[in-house]
């Protein structure tokens, strides 16, 4: 069990190191700072009472998992906000107020249609993707989200996962064979 001293001791160690990582992944270091402090939080208050020589595990992992749900969260935010502001904004030009009627009034225009129509493919792809990525077995949805969701390197990966650089390359290998299969089935070609 590690004492208060010893978590501190690694934390202070470890902060610097952990704060880089995250500016690294998410590309801004307000976020970061928020990211490194949020998992600072959860291994004192969940996994302080652990030993000391395992405290450097528990901590990338609670970091990996906190950008992990970072991106989670600025995925869901930024598609809110982009379709919000394609549509408040349309392709007019026009400064002054939005109206909502306006816009979904049936004028027969073929553009609106459209656009709605392949929005309406976009966000079913992206379901389809979305599923078949939480169809793969563990290890390899693991792999597949670190190196491409998060944009990790294959060592930076190996050390997060705690499994060899061969591993890792064979995870995301399975995973990528899998998901297109599964989408070429769909008759999605990516």
């Known amino acids: 069990m590690a004492t208060e001293q010893e978590l501190s001791d690694f934390l202070k160690g470890v902060e610097k190191r952990a704060f880089k990582r995250s500016v690294y992944h998410v590309r801004d270091e307000e976020a970061a700072l928020d990211i490194v402090q949020d998992s600072m939080l959860k291994l004192a208050q969940h ?5 000391a020589a395992e405290l450097p595990m528990l901590f990338h992992r609670i970091l990996s998992n906190c950008t992990l749900d970072w991106f989670r ?6 598609a809110v906000f982009t379709t919000m502001s394609d549509i408040a904004h349309g392709d007019d030009g026009e400064d002054g107020d939005f109206d909502w009627m306006q816009t979904y009034a049936a004028d027969g225009t073929h553009e609106t249609a459209q656009s709605a129509e392949t929005l309406t493919q976009r966000t079913q792809l992206l379901q389809s993707i979305e599923k078949e990525i939480q169809s793969l077995p563990a290890r390899q949805r693991e792999a597949f989200l670190l190196r491409y969701w998060e944009d990790m390197d294959v060592a930076e990966t190996a050390a997060a996962m705690g499994c060899s650089e061969g591993s ?4 995301c290998f399975r ?3 899998s998901l297109s299969k599964a989408l070429k089935a769909k008759g999605i070609e990516l």
């Open 175 to 177: 995973a990528i064979q």
């Open 73 to 78: 969260r600025q995925k869901t935010r930024n």
């Open 168 to 171: 890792v390359k064979t995870h």
């Open 47 to 51: 996994y302080g009472d652990k030993p």
